[in-house]
């Protein structure tokens, strides 16, 4: 792509911006202080970490001449002698303001019930082995939440293996690996054969854990289907037709608690989570976890009735998915958006045994930002 410059006009004295008219007709401003604070000598070389003190320059710095060719854009401040030039293109790229503002919405796409027959399935020997079928799949991940692997081996390292394709596994009061099982004198839930609502893991963690991975190892007992919400969904829909609940639901923080002999971790969150521009971008919803409610008396029953209108939308037939693993399989899911639990099943029926770890959202974004860069440039 080309980045050509027509003119830079400098905005009067209040805006204390210049604006760019860039030769394909688009328009873009940027405020001194902006520019100021990202020359590029600001940077070191190797860590390309800034080191520049914003402080030693004023509030009122300003260009005392501004000239531009086909690839940069120089200025030279009104303080300090300093000069900056500009690539053109990454000026363009960074451009925040006018035609050039950056869509600021999500890659993630929702679903409901009918996409039980579209979720993406991956093989075990391409991810393991092929980057770009790694891409893919992480692509894929990254904008439904859920996913299947198969032809996973049948050893207790492989699910560690292919999350360690992505990053390294995120540690918990469970371990680093985990064996869902029926156990006598269960800590968890999980740990047992009944029915396990839905929920997301480890609310009670002040960040609870990003993607779930979990490889079947056997299922061969009666009952024991997986289900599967996306919560993204039932908030969008939620916030279309009960915008008051949902806003008090994105505003109250409530208590978590998991509590044994050897641990106590609590936390408070609000059950939805929106970021900076408004984007649904998570769910911490875990009722058996959730501790006794402590918000204020004004808007302690307002809570309830929202609290329990999403426990509806979440049972609703029109959300759910059910899937039933075999060995050889392993779900993976984005744990702070698509919610899990299981049908109830029958341990004396036969073996069920699931092995499981998380990997964060951080490490994973990571891995397919470069994953994505070295692909497009090979």
């Known amino acids: 792509m080309s980045y050509k410059l027509e003119k830079v006009e400098l905005l009067d004295s209040k805006k204390k911006a210049l604006k760019t008219f860039w030769a394909n007709g688009k328009t873009s401003s940027f405020h001194y202080l902006w520019l100021r604070d990202n020359c590029p000598t600001n940077f070191h070389p190797d860590t390309k970490e800034s080191f520049f003190d914003l402080l030693s320059v004023s509030e009122n710095i300003h260009p005392k001449n501004v000239d531009f060719d086909n690839e940069n854009l120089n200025i030279d401040w009104s303080e300090g002698e300093h000069r900056s ?7 363009y790229e960074h451009a925040y303001s006018g035609d050039l503002q950056k869509d600021q919405s999500t890659s993630y796409v929702s679903w409901s019930k009918d996409f039980a027959d579209k979720v993406p399935r991956v093989d075990y020997n391409k991810v393991i082995s092929d980057d770009s079928a790694l891409l893919d799949w992480m692509q894929a991940l990254d904008k439904f939440g859920l996913t299947i692997v198969e032809n996973m081996p049948d050893t207790e390292e492989a699910v560690s293996d292919t999350a360690s394709r992505i990053s390294f596994l995120r540690k918990t009061n469970f371990g680093t690996t985990f064996d869902v099982q029926s156990k006598p004198k269960p800590i968890n839930l999980a740990y047992t054969a009944m029915a396990l609502p839905l929920h997301t893991d480890l609310c009670n963690q002040e960040l609870p854990p990003g993607y779930q991975f979990l490889h079947c190892l056997a299922n061969d007992s009666e009952g024991g289907e997986s289900i599967y919400v996306d919560s993204l969904r039932v908030m969008e829909d939620m916030r279309k037709d009960a915008p008051e609940k949902f806003q008090l639901l994105a505003e109250t ?18 059950i939805i989570n929106l970021d900076s521009f408004g984007n649904i971008i998570e769910l911490k919803y875990n009722d058996h976890l959730a501790d006794v409610f402590d918000m204020s008396e004004d808007i302690m029953y307002d809570f309830y009735l929202a609290y329990r209108d999403l426990m509806r939308r979440f049972k609703g037939p029109d959300y759910k998915i059910k899937l039933k693993l075999n060995a050889g399989d392993m779900a993976v899911f984005d744990n702070r958006r698509v919610m899990h639990g299981r049908d109830e099943f029958k341990p004396n029926t036969g073996r069920r045994h699931l092995r499981g770890c998380y990997v964060d959202r951080s490490e994973f974004e990571s891995r397919l930002r470069v994953l994505a860069k070295s692909t497009s440039n090979a």
């Open 85 to 91: 030039t500009f690539s053109l293109a990454w000026l």
């Open 253 to 270: 923080a409530i208590p978590f608690r998991f509590h044994d002999d050897s641990c106590d971790i609590r936390h408070h969150h609000t």
